[in-house]
């Protein structure tokens, strides 16, 4: 199969700082400069546990290299995607972080695959479904 993995969520957003304080602060996750950038002030780079940068966060003023032939319109909520999962670990700790920033959670546990989804959504309106396995 040609395609190997996803490799990143790319959110345009007028609010850069919630969006990366949500990712850093509520989700735990690492947040650094996109390349070229030496802070986060227009954009940021959120990374998983093995340092990859997953979800890329950045002004719509920035200039994109598709802007040209696809151009942005700036939207909230995930409008045709319904959903980005991430694989997450520590169930528990989780719950307590999203509840603690005031967010409403939902559950859906899948025994068959031993596997518990929590559902939040992030500070643009998009869904998030956080996928902890092996239970």
Known sequence: MPVAALDHVNVRTTDIAGTLAFYRDVLGMEVVPAPGANDIT????????????????GSPELNYPSDSVHPFTPASGSGAVHHV??????????????????????????????????????????????????L
């Not at 227009?42 to 966060?57: E, Y």
């Not at 972080?97 to 967010?103: F, K």
């Open 42 to 57: 227009r954009s940021g780079w959120v990374l998983d546990t093995a340092k990859r940068p997953i979800i890329h966060v």
């Open 85 to 134: 999962a991430i694989a997450c670990t520590d169930a528990p700790d989780m719950r307590r972080r999203l509840e603690a920033a005031g967010l409403e959670v939902s559950e859906n546990a899948i025994p068959s695959i031993n596997m518990l989804q929590l559902f939040a959504i992030d500070p643009n309106g998009i869904m998030l479904e956080m996928n902890f396995r092996d």
